[in-house]
């Protein structure tokens, strides 16, 4: 499909409904930036997924994607926005990534509240990888934050932010064997799968 | 905790939210904190069976009963209660329209599904609702711009529940939902606005763009595709992963209300100093309205019940106390109307009954004070 401009081929496409009407966008990349199209932007998930049944087409054709625990297809998530159970997460993990990125502003890990007692349970403690990715979500959050800071001109409240980053990347730094331990950590989860 | 067999009684007359006290009250009517929570091992609401749902809400209730979770709390099967008595739990924001409906996710009304609610009394502050979209959907609210509060009593009661139950938690996603729009913190931290002058000097158009632009919903009252009678607007994070509580709340409460209530007030200010006569006129007459109507109906009433509380708090309107507006912007909604008149009432009925219960709250228009309870 071509995009507007009638010059390339459409990559990004939007489904948007203003004002009850339904508005469909096909456009290239150059015409997306200079529609101040920002992919990252929370779209509701609904929309994403309309969106997404236009973009990938055939991508996942051949096999249906189901959840070994409840059943539930990938196919029906779309239909519903709903997931089946907890384990449609892993099942369905490499699909909803993207999705979870773009309704949560970039978010892709989990920062904040733990449950004590999954925590415990899981008996390993604190599993180095997970820190370390929260640690990096973290620091872009900041990041972002340290930007609005700068620009509302709060240098106070921006030489706080800008600590509290430094103090971050420094534990970081901290835990040398990162690549090592990310890759350990992928063998532990997978053999916890099969 | 009770239980009662008979029909519940609306609590206090003045619900939390509509109190009309509290940091920036003359914008912010409430601020509310959600946390979706679905237990491990289990399947979500939608795609559990009706045994399943049963099992969880039995687990459910039974933990919200042992937790200590308020001094004293209600728990009310759902399934078993009057239709009027879910509509008049909605109208008081104690539940959703959904689960006042019983409507599964995706699918029809099926009014019977085993579905309850526990709810503090009597300061309602505290809600937690079993069976809705996730299996636990627990709710603060407080009058004013309090997400603080809100949030401190929402996260001690959450440790509470949990300590007894396994949550479904995923080392990457965090606490795992029905839909990926709450996955993570599962928190949704929002609030109640009244915004009548954005309303009428037209910028309440550039206040919902930029709240789109900073992810963030901004709807009606009652939540999604709710209208915004009475200019109230709810608003709220839309991102739940990749940012923690403390950041969602510092964002709201310290950031995003706080300029849209500086938009509604600069508004208010200028619609006073420059559309006085225009502001006074169209308040008064909306007072003059409902002091003398004889049929009204409920969005007739919201909106210029909305007008008076504008000319209350600008104090335009002396001889009423915002806590009576306030009060009657709940209770000429149809459950409420019907409950204190104690009987169910045909939409025509409930038109004069409406106009009838506004005139005998507002008064002839004496500097009288407003009585006391229903
Ligand atoms: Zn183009
Ligand atoms: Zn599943």
Redo the contacts with the bound molecule.
């Keep these: 499909m071509l ?3 009638g ?2 081929e459409a990559t990004v496409h939007e489904v948007i409904i203003k004002n009850g009407k339904k508005v469909e966008k096909h ?2 990349e ?2 997306a930036k200079n529609q101040g199209f920002d992919p990252k932007a929370g779209v509701p998930i609904s929309q994403l997924i309309s969106s997404f049944v236009l973009s990938s087409p055939g991508a996942k054709q051949g096999k249906a994607l189901v959840c070994p625990t409840c059943q539930t297809t990938y196919d029906s998530f779309k239909q519903s926005g709903l997931l089946g159970c907890p384990d449609c997460y892993d099942a369905f993990e490499d699909e909803l990534s993207p999705l979870l990125e773009r309704s949560h502003e970039g978010g892709t890990h989990h920062v904040g509240k733990q449950p004590k007692r999954a925590t415990a349970k899981r008996g390993r403690g604190v599993d180095p990888v997970m820190e370390a990715r929260k640690r990096a979500e973290q620091i872009k959050q900041l990041r972002h934050q340290l930007d609005t800071a700068l620009a509302g001109e709060q240098y106070e409240k921006a030489a706080g932010i800008r600590d509290e980053i430094r103090e971050l990347s420094e534990s970081d730094e901290a835990s040398e064997e990162l690549s090592e331990g990310e890759r350990n950590g992928e063998e532990s989860r997978e053999d916890q799968a099969s | 905790m009770t239980e009662p067999g008979q029909p519940i009684k609306i609590f206090n007359a003045r619900t939390e939210w509509l109190r009309g006290e509290g940091l920036s009250c003359d914008v912010v009517l409430s601020s509310r904190v959600r946390l979706a929570r679905n237990l491990a091992g289990l399947p979500f609401v939608a795609q559990a069976t009706r045994t399943d749902r049963r099992h969880i809400l039995d687990l459910c209730r039974a933990r919200l009963v042992g937790a200590g979770l308020a001094k004293q709390l209600m728990w009310l099967n759902l399934h078993d209660a009057p239709p009027i008595d879910r509509a008049v739990l909605a109208e008081r924001h104690l539940i959703s329209k959904q689960l006042a409906r019983g409507v599964l996710p995706g699918r029809d009304a099926a009014p019977d599904e085993p579905r309850g609610v526990a709810i503090s009394i009597p300061d309602e502050r505290l809600s937690v609702m079993v069976n809705e979209e996730d299996h636990l959907r627990l709710q603060t609210i407080r009058t004013g711009l309090d997400l603080r509060g809100c949030f401190e009593q929402i996260d001690a009661a959450d440790d509470s529940i949990e300590a007894g139950l396994d949550y479904a938690f995923h080392p990457r996603f965090g606490y795992l939902t029905a839909c990926p729009t709450n996955v993570g913190t599962g928190a949704r931290f929002s609030v109640m606005l009244h915004l009548p002058a954005l309303r009428m000097t037209g910028e309440i158009d550039k206040v919902k763009n930029a709240a789109e632009d900073m992810s963030l919903a901004i709807r009606g009252s009652h939540g999604e595709g709710s209208q915004n009678t009475g200019d109230i607007f709810q608003i709220s994070n839309q991102t739940t992963l990749g940012k923690s509580e403390d950041v969602l709340l510092a964002e709201m409460q310290d950031e995003i209300v706080p300029r849209v209530v500086e938009y509604e007030r600069r508004a208010r200010t200028m619609l006073l100093e420059r559309r006085r006569t225009i502001l006074e006129d169209k308040i008064h007459r909306a007072l003059g309205v409902l002091r003398g109507a004889r049929l009204m109906t409920v969005d007739e009433a919201m909106t210029l019940l909305s007008q008076v509380r504008l000319g209350v708090v600008l104090g335009l309107i002396e001889d009423l106390p915002q806590q009576t507006v306030n009060h009657l912007l709940l209770i000429v909604q149809p459950a409420h109307l019907q409950r204190i008149a104690n009987k169910e009432m045909p939409q025509g009925a409930r038109r004069i009954a409406r106009a009838d219960l506004i005139r005998e709250r507002l008064g002839p228009g004496t500097n009288e004070t407003p009585r006391n309870g229903q």
Aim: aromatic share 0%; hydrophobic share 20%.
């Design positions: 995009c507007e401009c010059e390339r456009l290239c150059v015409c």
